[in-house]
Nanobody, 126 residues
Framework: QVRLVEFGGGSVQTGGSLRLSCVAS????????MGWFRQAPGKQREGVAD????????NYADSVKGRFTITQGSVKNTVNLQMNNLKPEDSGMYFC???????????????????WGQGTQVTVSS
């Protein structure tokens, strides 16, 4: 059974930083891509960033460009998200996601990812 587990959520003040990590298990091959999504109460889940491993193609939501950095972990099927200069609107549940697909032109939307973690809470106070 494939399992994704997120680490690193927490509470910070505006301008602070957090680093999220995601570790996958139960998947023998390498994922084609992994990504991060977030969901605030009453809102739809939205893409934050993803990385397609074969060619290191990375996509970011416009709202996080220049502040967030997604990187491939040192171990297969792991991914990190460094979040700097956090804003209150960054608050929400952050989910790690993965897909076997290697086609890097897919939009950063939840429907393109097939495996999901349970989420980790990020709260940014003003």
């Amino acid at each position: 059974q494939v399992r994704l587990v997120e680490f690193g959520g927490g509470s910070v003040q505006t301008g602070g930083s957090l680093r999220l990590s995601c570790v996958a298990s139960g998947y023998a091959a390498s994922f084609g891509a992994m990504g991060w999504f977030r969901q605030a109460p009453g809102k739809q889940r939205e893409g934050v960033a993803d990385i397609y491993f074969e060619h290191s193609i990375i996509n970011y939501a416009d709202s996080v460009k220049g502040r967030f950095t997604i990187t491939q972990g040192s171990v297969k099927n792991t991914v990190n998200l460094q979040m700097n200069n956090l804003k209150p609107e960054d608050s929400g549940m952050y989910f790690c996601a993965a897909t076997a697909t290697t086609w890097a032109s897919l939009p950063l939307v939840p429907g393109n990812f097939h495996y999901w973690g349970q989420g980790t809470q990020v709260t940014v106070s003003s």
